[in-house]
């Protein structure tokens, strides 16, 4: 008798500590699940803003015409330009703005000496008339284009627009890269410098 009732206790003792087993294991596996939960939503990496590639960088809507160009390795010469013409805020300015901007390689293909001489002190208005012709009041986008199209650029002279082979031109310069859209306008990347006629 003793006996049976030594094999129920122990029995019993074995049963609960199964089931007390059994609960934990179920408890911790429900706090792993919760953890694993909570730290897949912390991780969450914020989604890079979608933009275009120029120079090495990526051209976003959220920045202005100047910060998107600072970022291009490709444009140093312009925004160099820009700041010795002081049309860095008026470029930074609500706008809109189109943009047709040369790249180092355009400025370049200039006659030597030309870039070091428009960057003298003493040539900023003629330098502020070089760069005014490259920008035109309003947000065009290639969409908004034609072929023989006249724009009238901030300087006062106008650009025309031409389409042959399925590519853009402006003044016989080729648009390389179209429809790049900052937060204040639209930039084209242009292989030469435009110079106006009258400077």
Not at 29 to 34: A, G, L, N, V, Y
Not at 98 to 126: I, R
Request: proline fraction near 4%; aromatic fraction near 6%.
């Amino acid at each position: 008798m003793q006996n049976k009732m030594r094999l129920l206790f122990t029995a019993s003792v074995l049963s609960g500590v199964f089931f007390v087993s059994c609960n934990n294991e179920s408890a911790t596996s429900e706090q792993k699940d919760t953890t694993t939960t909570t730290d897949n939503t912390t991780i969450e990496q914020p989604k890079e803003e979608q933009g275009v590639m120029v120079g090495g960088a990526n051209m976003v809507p959220s920045k202005d015409i100047v910060d998107n160009a600072s970022n291009s390795s490709d444009h140093t010469t312009l925004v160099t330009a820009v700041k010795a013409a002081g049309l860095v805020e008026t470029l930074k300015g609500v706008g809109p703005f189109t943009v047709f901007a040369p790249t180092n390689e355009a400025f370049n293909k200039l006659p030597a000496g030309t870039v070091d001489k428009l960057l003298k002190p003493e040539m900023k208005a003629d330098l502020s008339k070089v760069l005014t012709y490259h920008v035109v009041p309003g947000a065009f986008k290639s969409s908004d284009l034609k072929d023989g199209q006249k724009l009238k650029t901030v300087q006062g002279e106008e650009l025309t627009i031409g389409y042959k082979d399925n590519k853009w031109s402006v003044n016989g310069a080729n648009i390389t890269i179209a429809d790049v859209v900052s937060s204040n306008g639209v930039t084209y990347v242009i292989d030469a410098v435009l110079m106006p006629k009258k400077k």
